[in-house]
């Protein structure tokens, strides 16, 4: 294959892969995942805090984070995205959540059950709890259930093993009360008449239907090994987030026109060159973001600071064509055919975008490894950006200015912008 | 054209100087503004049925104790109120009590931060920002040389107490996008700093009867368009972002903003002279000053 082939067929290659960039984004509105601050919804940060007895362990965090989605899932919310960040975090994110409280509360819940010996009350009336007997480990299963008086309860089903210890606890504390409680706070204390087999229970009170079906939920997810606090928790309204999307997106199309409209003005027919690589860049990138969401599991949403981040590496791409095109002026200058400087040229500043993309490489990788929220889809974004402005200067704008250059009408210096060509 | 950069170093470096004491002055008397993710703190963003008057938010608001919220009105009918950091259980009070009082139509936002996050976030950006800081000044002494790594940092540094001492002086606030941008500029500020280093590195093989420091100069001025059109390039968006994003968007870009700029500065201004003058320490480059240097002083 001869250099002109060479090129064309270069080029050919980055346009089809453009057109199947096209053909997964479109229709645009379906194909792009967008994240919660742009379609509305909760985010949750739950964090890890050891207490006496359960240490925050890799073993215990995954446990958690399986718990948790149980009882997401429970919820019924449609696409819940749940994820741990860094060591002791847990982000969970809920898009459309109708009643976000509630789905707080359930969430959270440490749901660690109990059951306990009643030794008596003391002189406020207040129960005094022996040591505990069992607690919800055995736990089979939990439905919410009506007594005669049509009043919710949960009834408690246990394991075999359950069973069998309910029943000796029972038969040891005949006539006396044993208490229910649940995260340290007694749901009820009924008498034990007789010793219970069969591996069954109830918890009963002065609870709502809501209330107990809530307490049915958690309970049967079982109890969170870790203690998890709410570091933060932020709820986007639908239409908030609708209007930041249309910010970001018109910003962003103004900013691209802008950047091609200074690269025609400043370098003219090069600066052609640059306005047909930065919409390559742009689709190939859309089509990325598209492609990743439909065929991995990574969940890479466009979120605010995405967008941020797309709309800077507009920037850097069209900083790769100023060094290229700079590095070939020089060149002509110094008495070059535009055809060879455009040749050495690029080869000069390739190596110089190299190193200067590496560099900025480097912090966008060390911010996804520690980065935490908004920072990481930032430094996603930029990455991917930086590695897509590499291969499109060597495989699309490369070739361009190497088939351009051999074409006579281009090399006009009205044209080409350079004023010194040296007739070849 | 040759502009000399290097001789007037001085004008340079303390117009550098004054910036920056003005922004340390502003952030030891001043201090930061930090968003509630850093001091923790819960924000509510309410569409309301009705006109309300912040008075009147203010009065439901002390029910809870907490009439010295700091509340804003966005147009006639949407709150921001900004409370210290609130349980779960406030939190829904709040609002069924808004809701009732004065009808709710649209809950727009609402956030809280427990008061350890901050500490965490800082915690992950200053890790962040040294593994990035060694990794870089790794990066650059094995490509480019020691001297060319440790100016680089230099001017790094320059680039963000600039941004941290802009920031300190309008008392813009600090949210977590502006962490992350202030981090994205340590990369993208040395964009600039390697573009010159490069030529430097080329140009310092055929020194010819220049002292280094010429050589610097003439680096600077070859590579000079090309510095202002890539600054530009990548401020066009920057500032379509500030000036339309949106809320959010404008914090990156504030960020940004500052450090693009102060980059594109410090690479020409500060990371370069001070190659020039840490380089002619050598004996090689000082013997080269002798001897070329007054010829340089007469042009």
Same mark, same amino acid.
């Not at chain 1, 505990?132 to 736990?139: D, Q």
């Not at chain 2, 004065?102 to 809950?107: A, L, N, T």
């Given at each position: 294959m001869n250099p002109t082939q060479k090129h064309a067929l270069s080029i050919s290659v980055v346009l089809f892969l453009v057109l199947i960039s096209i053909y997964f984004i479109y229709p645009p509105a379906k194909s792009t995942r967008l994240g919660l601050d742009l379609k509305g919804g909760m985010h949750v940060i739950l964090s890890a805090k050891p207490f006496p007895g359960s240490p925050v362990t890799e073993n215990a965090m995954d446990q958690a984070m399986l718990i948790i989605r149980q009882r997401v899932d429970k919820l019924g919310v449609a696409e819940p995205e749940i994820t741990r960040q860094g060591r002791n975090n847990i982000l969970v994110q809920l898009p459309g959540i109708k009643r976000p409280e509630k789905a707080l509360e359930i969430i959270g819940k440490p749901a660690f059950l109990e059951f306990k010996e009643v030794k008596g009350t003391d002189k406020k009336g207040k129960i005094i709890l022996g040591k !505990?007997?069992? !607690?919800?480990?055995?736990?089979k299963d939990a439905q919410v259930d009506f007594d005669e008086l049509g009043k919710p309860k949960v009834n408690l089903q246990f394991t075999s093993e359950g069973g069998r210890k309910f029943e000796e606890v029972t038969g040891r504390l005949v006539g006396k009360q044993l208490a229910i409680v649940l995260d340290g706070k007694v749901m009820s204390a009924p008498q034990v008449r007789e010793k219970i087999s069969g591996g069954r229970a109830e918890i009963t009170g002065d609870f709502t239907i809501d209330k107990a079906k809530e307490l049915a939920l958690v309970l049967q997810t079982g109890a969170l090994p870790v203690k998890l606090e709410i570091e933060e928790n932020r709820t986007v309204g639908p239409t908030l987030g609708a209007d930041s999307l249309r910010a970001g997106i018109k910003a962003g199309i103004i900013g691209l026109i802008l950047v091609a409209l200074y690269m025609l003005l400043y370098y003219r027919g090069l600066g052609g060159i640059t306005c047909v690589a930065l919409l390559v860049f742009a689709t190939l990138f859309w089509g990325v973001i598209v492609i990743i969401n439909k065929f991995t599991s990574w969940g890479w949403p466009l979120t605010l600071p995405g967008i941020a981040g797309i709309i800077l590496t507009i920037g850097v791409a069209a900083d790769s064509s100023i060094v290229i095109f700079e590095r070939v002026k020089e060149e002509v200058k110094v008495g070059k055919t535009l055809r060879s400087a455009a040749d050495s040229g690029f080869t000069h500043a390739f190596k110089t975008i190299l190193d200067a993309d590496f560099v900025t490489l480097i912090a966008a990788v060390i911010l996804v490894f520690v980065g935490i929220g908004p920072v990481r889809g930032f430094a996603i974004s930029l990455i991917c950006g930086i590695c897509l402005d590499l291969f499109t200067a060597l495989f699309f704008t490369r070739p361009l200015l190497a088939l351009l250059v051999r074409f006579k009408p281009f090399t006009r210096p009205t044209l080409v912008g350079i004023k010194e060509v040296v007739p070849e | 054209m040759n502009f000399d950069f290097i001789g007037r170093k001085k004008i340079w470096f303390s117009i550098s100087g004054v910036i920056i004491a003005a922004g340390v002055i502003a952030f030891f008397f001043k201090g930061m503004n930090f968003g509630i993710e850093f001091k923790g703190g819960t924000i509510f963003d309410f569409k309301l049925k009705r006109e309300i008057s912040v008075g009147e938010a203010r009065r439901v608001m002390r029910q809870f104790n907490l009439e010295k919220s700091i509340i804003q009105l966005v147009g006639k009918r949407e709150i921001l109120i900004r409370t210290p950091s609130l349980s779960r259980e406030k939190q829904v009070l709040i609002r069924k009590v808004f809701n009732q009082e004065?009808?709710? %139509? %649209?809950?727009k936002y609402i956030q809280n931060v427990g008061p350890g996050w901050g500490a965490q976030i800082t915690r992950a950006a200053s890790l962040a920002l040294i593994i990035s800081l060694v990794s870089i000044l790794v990066y650059i002494s094995f490509r480019f040389e020691f001297k060319m790594a440790v100016t680089a940092i230099v001017a790094l540094f320059h680039d963000l107490l600039i941004t941290i001492g802009i920031y300190a002086l309008v008392g813009r606030e600090v949210t977590p996008s502006t962490v992350a941008a202030i981090l994205t500029i340590l990369g993208y500020s040395l964009y600039d700093t390697i573009v010159v280093f490069h030529r430097i590195r080329e140009n310092a093989k055929q020194l010819g009867k220049r002292t280094y420091s010429m050589m610097v100069n003439d680096s600077i001025n070859q590579v000079l368009m090309r510095s202002i059109n890539t600054s530009l390039t990548t401020l066009l968006p920057v500032v379509s972002l500030l000036l339309i994003g949106g809320e959010t968007l404008k914090d990156f870009a504030f960020a940004l903003f500052v450090g693009l700029i102060s980059g594109a500065y410090s690479s020409i201004f500060t990371a370069s002279p001070l190659l020039a003058l840490w380089k002619e320490t050598e004996p090689y480059y000082k013997s080269l000053k002798k001897k070329y240097g007054k010829i340089n002083a007469k042009n």
């Open positions: !505990t007997e069992m !607690t919800g480990r055995y736990l | 004065v009808g709710i %139509e %649209e809950i």
